[in-house]
């Protein structure tokens, strides 16, 4: 070995050995400590001997006992003894309460930051920060006590078992209306792992998984009156051929605005939730009757609505580059879809139609799921601005079939960049909702054109 290796040798040794006193230093760990497992470790501290107990009487003495690395959170004799005992006589509460204070991985204080969800081996999520633990805040009282297997922290409280939103729903007295429609929308579906059949439902698949402990939801149930209420309400605005498929409709569209994503408490509700269909919530607290936390966020029972009518139905707009169809099918070298840019340097997107030689020529457009209702119809169309467009020309808009002639004609201007209101119209109908934008009775190039940037319709009910 040279000098020069046999000095670099020398000195990865000592940044070796320093590091390993500075781990240790940090972690407080000394070979005593880690010579217990973290059943041990409990078992000969005498504050922790209620729970200890309850480790055993559950089995997860043995589970703690084992190789894999955990953290235990451990409530106090003093915390233990405020529990009710009818709960404690319960052998499978008692196995779900142990499990909720144990997760799998070791978890120091210094890690949230500031707060992390933890999810134990009951399956639940907790919060954990540095000071505390559960939804209820339990006090850690002595922190980061290291064991062959993990960590133990001392907390003074209980973390009893919640149920989740869904499980909440389905035991609580409130909202019995919205319950049952909750409930009528499971089905019998087939399992993609396993293959077996397995009880799903649509609400939990299509709206949120508030049944999921993962994540976390503000949730709102309504009393039944006032349920009943917001469903007459809504049944003018979902008017097909049969009454029950109107109902089912109103319904859907009432609940599926009724929940917001993230826990929001009462003394942090803002005054308004954006729900996660993304429709507002307007939050009164006022309006709360009362309120659960739950596993995976809150409930809140209301005695009034939580969204009034004007704000269940937003803005419909019909982009002009997404047609469902022509009135031919031979024009496709006289249809261009492009890219532009506004004045202001906005670029947009649009459909022009130009030189096509057929008079009556027509876009179609069909959106789905339009409520029944009163709207007011604007459209943006551009023209000019680098286009074969030099003169102003005329088209119009309209609804069902297209030779319906509820809006004439209106002038499309040179490089008008503004929104042009066009009028009223009313759906009577629920559903999928046929438009129309209708060329001049002209077969002349320039004449005939059509342009669309988008067309909106503002509900006015």
């Not at 196995?95 to 992390?116: D, R």
């Not at 049969?242 to 994503?261: G, H």
Request: net charge neutral; charged share 20%; with cysteine.
């Amino acid at each position: 070995m040279n000098r020069y290796s046999y000095t670099y040798f020398i000195l990865v040794l000592f940044l070796l050995s320093a590091c390993k006193k500075e781990w240790n230093s940090h972690n407080g760990i000394t070979d005593e400590g880690v010579k217990e497992n973290l059943f041990e470790k409990i078992g000969r501290d005498s504050s922790l001997s209620l729970f200890r107990d309850l480790l055993v009487r559950s089995g997860y003495d043995t589970i703690i006992n084992t190789s894999p690395s955990y953290t235990v959170w451990a409530p106090s004799n003093e915390a233990l003894r405020k529990i009710d005992p009818a709960l404690l006589a319960n052998d499978s509460i008692v196995k779900q309460l142990v499990a909720g204070h144990i997760s799998l991985l070791a978890y120091q204080t210094t890690e949230p930051a500031p707060s992390l969800r933890i999810q134990t081996l009951a399956g639940k999520y907790h919060s954990f920060t540095a000071t505390s633990f559960g939804e209820d805040h339990a006090v850690i009282t002595a922190a980061n006590e290291y064991a062959r297997n993990g960590i133990l922290h001392h907390i003074n409280g209980v973390v009893v078992p919640r149920r989740n939103i869904w499980e909440y729903l389905q035991y609580s007295s409130a909202g019995q209306r919205q319950k049952v429609f909750l409930q009528s929308l499971s089905y019998n579906g087939t399992d993609s792992l396993s293959g077996k059949t397995v009880i799903k439902n649509r609400f939990l698949e299509q709206v949120a998984g508030i049944h999921n402990e993962a994540k976390q939801y503000t949730y709102f149930v309504l009393q039944d009156a006032v349920y009943e209420e917001a469903i007459t309400a809504l049944k003018p605005h979902f008017i097909t051929s049969t009454v029950d498929s109107t109902d089912s409709l109103s319904n859907w569209w009432l609940v599926k605005d009724l929940v917001a994503e993230g826990l929001y408490e009462e003394d942090n509700l803002p005054d308004t939730l954006l729900s996660v269909s993304q429709v507002k919530i307007p939050v009164d607290k006022n309006n709360i009757v009362s309120s659960y936390k739950a596993s995976n966020g809150i409930v809140y029972v209301l005695r009034r609505p939580a969204t009034p009518l004007s704000l269940k139905f937003p803005t419909l707009i019909i982009e002009g580059e997404n047609p469902a169809g022509f009135s031919r099918t031979d024009k496709t070298a006289n249809i261009f879809y492009r890219v532009k840019a506004d004045p202001s340097g906005k670029v947009f997107r649009d459909i022009q139609v130009y030189g096509h030689a057929t008079p009556l020529f027509y876009i179609r457009y069909q959106p789905a799921q339009v409520p029944a209702g009163t709207y007011k119809v604007y459209w943006r169309a551009v023209a000019g601005n680098s286009d074969a467009q030099t003169v102003s020309f005329e088209q119009r808009v309209a609804f069902s079939q297209a030779d319906a002639t509820g809006f004439s004609y209106k002038a499309v201007t040179l490089n008008n960049y503004e929104e042009v209101y066009l009028g009223e119209y009313t759906v009577t109908r629920f559903g999928s909702l046929p438009v129309y934008l209708v060329a001049a009775n002209s077969a002349t190039a320039g004449v005939n054109t059509l342009s669309l940037d988008y067309l909106k319709l503002v509900p006015s009910f």
